[in-house]
T-cell receptor, first 113, second 116 residues
Framework: GENVEQHPSTLSVQEGDSAVIKCTYS??????FPWYKQELGKRPQLIID?????GEKKDQRIAVTLNKTAKHFSLHITETQPEDSAVYFC????????????FGSGTRLSIRP | GAVVSQHPSWVICKSGTSVKIECRSL??????MFWYRQFPKQSLMLMAT?????????EQGVEKDKFLINHASLTLSTLTVTSAHPEDSSFYIC????????????FGPGTRLTVL
């Protein structure tokens, strides 16, 4: 089955700097890659997603890139703000598995003032 | 936007009892719902996929007789933790997929289960 690895597990950046989180996946049939932000005790919130027919997608300060050949994808947050502090999860959805989503292990992002 | 609710938001029960958690899609029909478990400071682990009108599909290592899932309608799926033990204490989150042509899943707010 699909296996998603995520790095780093923790990340601390200065406010205003950029943050990058990287993930790899194992199932070449996966075709949907969402990213979620989760605050303590709350539900995961979809912040951006990308499908396998696209190499890059941007939404304001957030961008995601996908390299299908290497089977890795990354989240880029620019001009970080204190409210960006949270746990971020990447995920992959194997096309053949009824769109179930397999999550990475998570990255705890802290923004230093 | 699509809204998914869960009830209860938290529950405390005694060891050996059963607990039922409800997951509802409030403004859309969900053909497929998913149940996850999340331990503190860990990721979401998929437990099972719930399809309306059919048996749930459990992930490897998840006991189907312990975690009973019922998806009786297009807006409601339930997870029953039977004979709960302290190690079942966790944050249980459901998600719902709106239709068969979309990949987007909407998550419920989660249910925190504490077994004494």
């Amino acid at each position: 089955g699909e296996n998603v690895e995520q790095h780093p597990s923790t990340l601390s950046v200065q406010e205003g700097d950029s943050a990058v989180i990287k993930c790899t996946y194992s199932d070449s049939a996966s075709n949907y890659f969402p990213w979620y932000k989760q605050e303590l005790g709350k539900r995961p919130q979809l912040i951006i997603d990308i499908r396998s027919n696209v190499g890059e997608k941007k939404d304001q300060r957030i961008a995601v890139t996908l390299n299908k050949t290497a089977k890795h994808f990354s989240l880029h947050i620019t001009e970080t703000q204190p409210e960006d502090s949270a746990v971020y999860f990447c995920a992959a959805s194997p096309y053949s598995s009824a769109s179930k989503i397999i999550f990475g292990s998570g990255t705890r992002l802290s923004i230093r003032p | 936007g699509a809204v998914v609710s869960q009830h209860p938001s938290w529950v405390i029960c005694k060891s050996g009892t059963s607990v039922k958690i409800e997951c509802r899609s409030l403004d859309f029909q969900a053909t497929t719902m998913f149940w996850y478990r999340q331990f503190p400071k860990q990721s979401l682990m998929l437990m099972a996929t719930s399809n309306e009108g059919s048996k749930a599909t459990y992930e490897q290592g998840v006991e189907k007789d312990k975690f009973l899932i019922n998806h009786a309608s297009l807006t409601l799926s339930t997870l029953t933790v039977t004979s709960a033990h302290p190690e079942d204490s966790s944050f249980y989150i459901c998600s719902a997929r709106a239709g068969v042509i979309t990949d987007t899943q909407y998550f419920g707010p989660g249910t925190r289960l504490t077994v004494l």
